[in-house]
């Protein structure tokens, strides 16, 4: 549930509609509509979902349980610098858990959320191809490899 | 046509191809059981997710069960519904079902009448094992007008979700999130109120247990009946008598008009009257409506839209105010019936007594869950005092009989009061399907042609196609005329409508499957249409039986008229009996 409030400007009803028309507007299309509209934004707030119901002819409740149905898909915007730690199987056994529990300490943030400042935010993923640098982080583009729980407070320095 | 022959528990069956072998067991007299399937076969309404995995059977060959209402026939199968293997599996799905479940039947509304609990009790489940490892998960109620939403009760059988989405395309719930969290929700997980919910109650009609129930107005209307400065009416829906019965162990399709009247007589009401004598009321206005707009057309008048439609369904009104709002001067202006009887109650009637209509409180009976929120839209109200107080559906009746210790059964039968009790056999059919159509044309008919009708049964207007129409010859004049139930149907109509492709002049409207004898406030179905089917015939009896059968014969209408109201349509009728719609087409709220 996003507890953000946003106002949709004109050129992002545009893209909205340019995105579901490249579609031919096909309810079955409902997931690539959704996947192009938060490589754009970066997330799906209700607004947005709001517009692709009506593009698609799909009720906004139907929109809705798509997105929350998929991990994929987020309500809440990403930091600036979107932090994701790997909990794949490598990674896991690894300690990738402690490095995870280490970030949500430092930025006091859960899963999925974001912080106040919109600076840092947290997520985890399924193993991103780098098992031989395990445990891994991603901050943004950039990767960091065998990264332990005391690495996280100079990894967060970098960003300030 | 091609068909398979198959064994199931030992025994030889031949059935179509394409058949379930759930439906071939039932040829057989096996008795599969399921909570989520549901076929509502005379309404083309079947719910098959094959998401509670209950009905899972063995196939010989086959290496994981299979679930029968999902699973087709096929040649040289071999099924066995009772196996130790199946037993065990419906087992084990049955109290993981139960583990998450509350455990408060005691006290839940849906107790006695919970799909799950007879499964349970079906299943012989004794003990619900893993409970102090499973955690509840745990939903906030969501309170609305009409209908609450208790979701720690959701079992995911989604019947509701394909009679919102699929039947009646309201669009306003759906399944959301995953795993422990899933639930049906209206968008965003807002309360329904926010939602484009139109108070239906076809999602309350199939609930299998206490998830979605109706909100409770009998403490409200006791209330009201023990207050001594206050005189309270009663007014009853035409559907309700064609099926208060069943509560009462009654056959479907018994009718109980009469120890209905001697129930509430008992219950305390001081005068027990009849919606059907509004719904005469409505189609003396509505159907004056149609030949003005009808004359006024055909004299080329382009600002007289046909088709006209019907108003009198709470659920539909709420439908296109939602949907059609650019459409919204097409339907007629007529209030719904129980609208109408309350305006009149408590004017002409409240003067008759000499009492101040603040004294007086008005409850309804009704079939339906949109009636609750309907009484208390406020433009239904004078100075912040509704016309109808109290809009109760048939089941909080039959339990408020139930808990007034009256034995419906013994009751004898009484007569409604005079002068709002009596109704011609037109209002009585407003409760099915074509019935308000049918009654309208009864009456347009003889005023527009000033000829008696040689034949007031209009049979071509009767069934429960989902939409359907009829030319009727208005002497020379052909009136094509539309009949849609369920609002998915009307939609389609209204689309119609819409593109200025609709030949009709006037339609009928109604938002429940079968009509208001399938409404939401109605006695549950339990996936059982044939229920629905004697209701309708129920009421086409009562029809038949009635010594008057056209609204504007009925000499209380007459008299109405002639003391207090006036020429149809004329001034004071349209301050009383019409209304007018709005736009409510829904903008998303984000809660904070």
Redesign the interface.
Request: no cysteine.
């Given at each position: 549930?996003?507890?953000?409030?946003i106002e949709l400007r004109k050129e992002d009803v545009d893209f909205i509609k340019g995105v579901c028309d490249s579609f031919k507007n096909d309810p079955q299309e409902l997931i690539n509509v959704l996947h192009t509209c938060q490589e754009h934004f970066g997330y799906l707030p209700?607004?947005v979902?709001?517009v692709i119901?009506d593009n698609l002819n799909?009720?906004?409740?139907?929109?809705?349980?798509v997105v929350?149905?998929y991990s994929f898909f987020t309500m809440t915007p990403k930091g600036q610098h979107p932090i994701s730690i790997c909990l794949g199987t490598a990674c896991y056994v690894r300690g990738a858990e402690k490095v995870l529990e280490e970030f949500k300490k430092e930025l006091g943030l859960q899963v999925g959320q974001v912080t106040t400042d919109g600076k840092f935010s947290l997520s985890s993923l399924r193993c991103v191809g780098a098992c031989g640098l395990a445990p891994v982080v991603m901050v943004g583009e950039k990767t960091y490899g065998r990264v332990a729980p005391d690495d996280v407070r100079n990894i967060l320095k970098e960003y300030e | 046509m091609e068909t398979v022959k198959l064994i199931i528990d030992n025994k030889e069956v031949e059935v179509p191809k394409g058949t379930t072998i759930q439906k071939a067991a039932k040829l057989l007299g096996i008795d599969i059981p399921t909570l989520c399937y549901m076929d509502l076969h005379d309404l083309n309404i079947e719910n098959k997710p094959g998401g509670c995995r209950i009905c899972v059977a063995e196939v010989k060959g086959r290496r994981n069960l299979a679930p029968t209402c999902s699973t087709r026939c096929e040649e040289g199968m071999v099924v066995s519904t009772h196996t130790v293997r199946v037993l065990n599996a419906r087992r084990t799905v049955m109290e993981f079902i139960l583990s998450d479940h509350p455990k408060d039947c005691l006290v839940c509304p849906k107790s006695g009448n919970c799909e799950l609990q007879s499964m349970a009790h079906r299943l012989g489940i004794r003990e619900i094992p893993g409970q102090e490892y499973a955690a509840m998960s745990t939903y906030r109620k969501d309170f609305s007008p009409s209908i609450i939403r208790d979701l720690d009760k959701c079992i995911m059988c989604r019947r509701c979700e394909t009679m919102c989405?699929t039947v009646q395309t309201?669009?306003?719930?759906?399944?959301?999130?995953?795993g422990f969290m899933a639930a049906v929700?209206?968008?965003?997980?807002q309360n329904l109120e926010f939602?484009?919910c139109t108070y239906c109650g076809q999602c309350v009609a199939v609930c299998p247990t206490g998830a979605l129930t109706e909100i409770n107005h009998v403490p409200s209307v006791l209330r009201a009946l023990v207050d001594p400065t206050k005189t309270v009416v009663v007014q009853t829906a035409p559907a309700v008598r064609a099926a208060l019965g069943e509560e009462f162990g009654y056959e479907p399709g018994t009718l109980v008009t009469g120890k209905m009247v001697a129930a509430l007589r008992a219950l305390g009401f001081k005068y027990v009257f009849d919606t059907d004598f509004a719904a005469d009321l409505t189609i003396i206005e509505e159907g004056t409506e149609l030949l003005d707009r009808l004359t006024r057309h055909l004299k080329g008048d382009k600002t007289a839209r046909l088709p006209i439609l019907t108003s009198c369904c709470p659920g539909w009104v709420n439908f296109f105010e939602e949907y059609f709002p650019d459409l919204k001067d097409v339907p007629s202006t007529s209030k719904s019936p129980q609208q109408m009887f309350g305006a009149i109650a408590k004017t002409y009637f409240a003067d008759i007594l000499g009492i101040n209509r603040k004294d007086m409180v008005v409850v309804s009976i009704m079939p339906c869950l949109a009636k609750k929120y309907e009484c208390q839209r406020p433009e239904f109200s004078v100075d912040n005092n509704p016309d109808v107080d109290f809009s109760i559906s048939t089941r909080e009746l039959a339990a408020f009989i139930k808990q007034a210790n009256i034995d419906l059964k013994t009751l004898k039968d009484e007569e409604f009061d005079a002068p709002l009790g009596e109704s011609s056999g037109a209002g009585v059919i407003f409760g099915t399907t074509g019935g308000v159509i049918e009654a309208a044309v009864r009456t347009a008919y003889e005023v527009h042609t000033g000829k008696k009708l040689e034949r007031v049964d209009f049979t071509e207007l009767r069934g429960l196609e989902g939409v359907r129409s009829a030319t009727i010859d208005f002497n020379g004049l052909p009136i094509n005329i539309g009949i849609a139930h369920g609002l998915g149907n009307a939609r389609k109509l209204l689309d119609d409508v819409r593109s200025g492709k609709s030949q009709f002049h006037a339609i009928e409207v109604m938002a429940c499957p079968g009509g208001c004898i399938g409404g939401g406030g109605q006695p549950l179905h339990h996936g059982n249409s044939e229920i629905i089917k004697e209701r309708a015939a129920a009421l086409y009896r009562e029809d038949r039986q009635k010594p008057l059968r056209k609204s504007h014969d009925n000499p209380f209408i007459k008299k109405l008229y002639e003391e207090f109201l006036g020429k149809p349509n004329g001034e004071k009728a349209h301050h009383l009996l019409h209304t007018h719609y709005f736009d409510k087409k829904k903008k998303?709220m984000?809660?904070?």
């Open positions: 549930m996003s507890s953000i409030k209700a607004e979902q709001e119901s799909v009720p906004v409740a139907k929109v809705y349980g929350t149905f | 989405n309201v669009g306003a719930l759906s399944a959301v999130n995953r929700a209206p968008a965003f997980e939602s484009t998303i984000i809660k904070q």
